[in-house]
């Protein structure tokens, strides 16, 4: 394994190369229509109790800044317009899913795109390629899990977002190889999200993907600065898979073959229902 590049410097090498115009247009228009249903998510989500709650407490963490989130008037500070914005999107469980990887793609990496690229008046399009960088990343990590982040009371949309975070405020901050595979390796230190909120149905799960955006733009600027971070946060010992799959083995390849080639992202689904997917079929 030493002599091959880890899963995370092939995911940044990856996202340090990605030019919107090597994207298959099919992906690109689906990416386009899947930000949108992301943001209709989020604007519904403002009807709801928890959307107000939120951001109060988001609110009263800091003064007020010059990012906007989704579907309401007030501004704020980078990291806290990116948490509220992953809530709102999350907020319904409404929001897309790919149904190998059992994760809500869009989730773990729009609400970065948004509120970094704001920040920074990057444009669309070099907006649209972090996104698709990101859910890249998401998707494969995920499905490299095999399942196993649930059987262990993760929930896997939660954990992933975090890595994808990192790599969408890597390629929108132009960090390069290195820099973007430290920023998933320090991502990896704050990777989690239980799923006890199951039992009685606590509003943590909304909480996740916001989180892990906060995560991952923390993570990219650490980077940029120079701090290390692991090299194989994934596959290593003590990694992302040996210590939340509980000895289940994951599949490497799955992150890696065809990476830049094969767009696991057009696999990604629509919801027709406001549910969970496993549940659609009834």
């Avoid at 919107?20 to 709801?48: C, F, M, W």
């Avoid at 390629?171 to 799923?195: F, V, W």
């Avoid at 830049?260 to 057009?266: A, I, L, Q, T």
């Amino acid at each position: 394994m030493a002599d091959s590049p880890s899963a995370s410097r092939q995911l940044a090498r990856f996202t340090a190369s990605l030019r919107l115009e090597d994207v298959p247009a099919p992906v690109r228009t689906r990416a386009k229509l899947h930000i949108l249903d992301a943001l209709g998510a989020g604007l519904a989500s403002n009807a709801q109790e928890f959307a107000g709650k939120c951001a109060a407490g988001v609110r009263a963490m800091g003064s007020p800044g010059e990012c906007s989130v989704v579907g309401r008037s007030e501004r704020l500070e980078l990291r806290d317009a990116a948490l509220l914005n992953g809530i709102l999107i999350h907020g319904l469980d409404f929001d897309d899913t790919h149904l190998e990887s059992i994760i809500h793609a869009t989730a773990t990496s729009l609400p970065v795109t948004l509120s970094l690229g704001e920040a920074l008046g990057a444009s669309g399009a070099d907006m649209l390629a972090a996104f698709l960088a990101g859910v890249e990343t998401s998707i494969r990590t995920g499905g490299a899990a095999r399942g196993g982040f649930h059987h262990v009371g993760y929930h896997a949309t939660g954990v992933i977002s975090h890595f994808a975070s990192a790599v969408v405020a890597g390629k929108l901050l132009g960090l390069n190889e290195d820099q973007i595979t430290c920023a998933q390796g320090i991502a990896g230190s704050t990777a989690s999200g239980i799923q006890v909120f199951l039992e009685e149905g606590a509003w943590t799960k909304r909480f996740h993907p916001g989180w892990g955006a906060v995560a991952g733009i923390t993570a990219a600027r650490l980077a940029s600065e120079g701090f290390k971070g692991p090299s194989r946060v994934y596959e290593g010992k003590f990694g992302l898979f040996d210590t939340h799959l509980h000895g289940a083995e994951p599949d490497i390849g799955y992150i890696v073959d065809g990476l830049g080639s094969e767009w696991k992202f057009g696999d990604t689904a629509l919801k027709p229902y406001p549910v969970c997917h496993f549940i659609h079929g009834c």
